[in-house]
């Protein structure tokens, strides 16, 4: 006997959440940046803390001519980039590497970091030869804008440990980079960087420091790591926020990684753009599956500018040259493949990121990943629902016996009373899943569109059902038919 089990709250009581927390009278002008989910590509999927100036710039032409046309704007180099790898690694022989610092018996850290007089990271010239004699990621950005995209950064919370033994001096102050520092407060999967005491004298500045420094290359996405777990980082949120604000630059400022606490939301939604709900994300169902509940769980704090983020789409070639330290264990993971997910998940992952508006950050490498893998990430009526739909919500979710069996999302179109309705198989069989349009008070007749194959498909009346595949899914728009 199937069981139902609604979770989501119905439509009356979910539009009155999303009308009161969208009701903001005056938006500060950094949210007005991301006033859509952003739409971009971050190499870390792909290149890991590894990727080379000349790289990027393939990738960007690449992205230029097949993604930028479908409103994927931001290009976005992560984690490391101030890394010049192990003694002898070679650009031109390119293999991944691993990323924290040894430090010798006399202190000393190696790999030394590419860093400026004021402790402030550098590109490591050796992957990005135009950032010599100090000019930074400047040309990078320019040629980013050049193909009418936006240049984004990943950076590591708090000060490098290298300044902090060095002593560097802040910017604009008579204080130095050990009076800021905690060396007690480090990220437990990178060991380059201290945290920073945002009570003290001079943390402000350092940070604001940082952000002129981007603001003069260019950069238009910050993707700060560290951030929101295992510790929610509130004082440095706030740095951040302030030396945004101050630099003179519109930025976009996304926090990672992690389950960010859902108790933080308000928090969140007054100092970031974006913020990741799950861990690192990968081509596997069960991660998939996983965010399922993560996306209704942040359904009511979607919009107004910040966004839930269910983080990278990993789709096509991914993990060149296989990441470091990959582990047995691993081997799906970590070494180079194309993703791992059906092409019934591909649709299921898109479908679900769409109906949740959050960000779309694509992962695989351009140039290597098939015309099919771009079909999934191009769909103009898919990408629709992402751009411009509202009161978006699991409405419920059911189970056979003790095993899953279909979720249903809804969201309504804005300035008319369509409504989008996107229908999930999470079991490990075929199965009609059908949705009851008494549910969300739809009476009379509607006219079906079929996003995905981009079709009408009919009219329907009391409940819309497909027989989708195992970990399938379908999404539709539904017209009134008549007047009624």
């Known amino acids: 006997m199937e069981i139902v089990r609604k979770i989501t709250l119905l439509s009356a009581l979910s539009g009155a959440i999303a009308s009161s927390l969208g009701a903001h009278p005056a938006l500060p002008e950094w949210k007005s940046w991301a006033a859509t989910p952003p739409m971009g590509w971050n190499s870390y999927d792909a290149y890991h803390g590894a990727i080379t ?51 010798g018996a006399d202190g000393e850290l190696t790999p030394r970091l590419n860093m400026d007089a004021y402790g402030r990271l550098l590109p490591a010239v050796n992957r990005f030869p135009s950032s010599a004699d100090g000019r930074g990621f400047k040309e990078i950005g320019d040629y980013v804008h050049s193909k009418g995209m ?16 060095e002593r560097t001096p802040i910017k604009g102050t008579g204080l130095t980079a050990a009076d800021i520092a905690e060396p007690f407060d480090t990220c437990r999967w990178n060991n380059n960087m201290y945290g920073v005491d945002a009570s003290r004298p001079g943390a402000q500045e350092y940070y604001d420091s940082l952000f002129e420094l981007y603001a003069s290359w260019g950069v238009d996405y910050i993707k700060a790591d560290d951030m929101t777990v295992p510790v929610y980082h509130r004082g440095e949120i706030e740095l951040m926020r302030k030396a945004i604000d101050n630099c003179g630059r519109p930025m976009v400022l996304s926090l990672s990684c992690g389950e960010t606490p859902i108790p933080e939301a308000n928090h969140l939604d007054a100092n970031a753009n974006m913020w990741r709900i799950s861990i690192d994300f990968w081509d596997e169902w069960k991660d998939l599956h996983h965010n399922f509940d993560l996306l209704n769980s942040w359904a009511p704090f979607i919009g107004d500018g910040t966004w839930p983020d269910a983080d990278m789409i990993p789709f096509g070639r991914l993990c060149l040259s296989d990441y470091p330290g990959r582990r047995e264990s691993d081997d799906r993971k970590k070494k180079e493949h194309d993703s791992h997910f059906t092409w019934d998940e591909h649709q299921t992952l ?50 056979t016996g003790e095993a899953e069996a279909e979720r249903i999302w809804v969201a309504d179109v804005p300035g008319s009373r369509d409504k989008y309705v996107a229908l999930f198989n999470i079991s490990e069989e075929e199965r009609e899943v059908g949705f009851l349009l008494e549910l969300e008070s739809m009476r009379g007749t509607y006219r079906v569109r079929d996003l995905w194959q981009r ?28 007047g009624d």
């Not at 936006?150 to 033994?165: E, N, S, T, W």
């Not at 329907?460 to 497909?466: D, K, P, Q, R």
């Open 455 to 482: 079709e009408d498909t009919g009219e329907v009346s009391g409940t819309l059902s497909a027989t989708l595949p195992p970990h399938g899914s379908a999404l539709y728009r539904l017209s009134p038919a008549t």
């Open 350 to 399: 898109m479908t679900l990121w769409v109906m949740a508006r959050s960000p779309l950050m694509w992962g695989g490498d351009p140039a290597l990943s098939s015309e099919k893998t771009y079909s999934y990430l191009t769909n103009p009526e898919v990408l629709e629902v992402q751009k411009g739909s509202f009161n978006n919500r699991q409405l419920y979710h059911t189970f």
């Open 150 to 165: 936006k240049f984004g950064i990943h950076i590591m919370r708090g000060i490098p440990r290298q300044a902090v033994l």
């Open 53 to 103: 100036g000349a790289q990027f710039r393939e990738a960007v032409d690449v992205l230029a001519e097949k993604l930028l046309p479908h409103g994927w704007e931001y290009a976005v180099i992560d984690f490391c980039w101030f890394n010049p790898g192990p003694e002898g690694w070679d650009p031109d022989n390119w293999i991944t590497f691993a990323v924290n610092q040894e430090e």
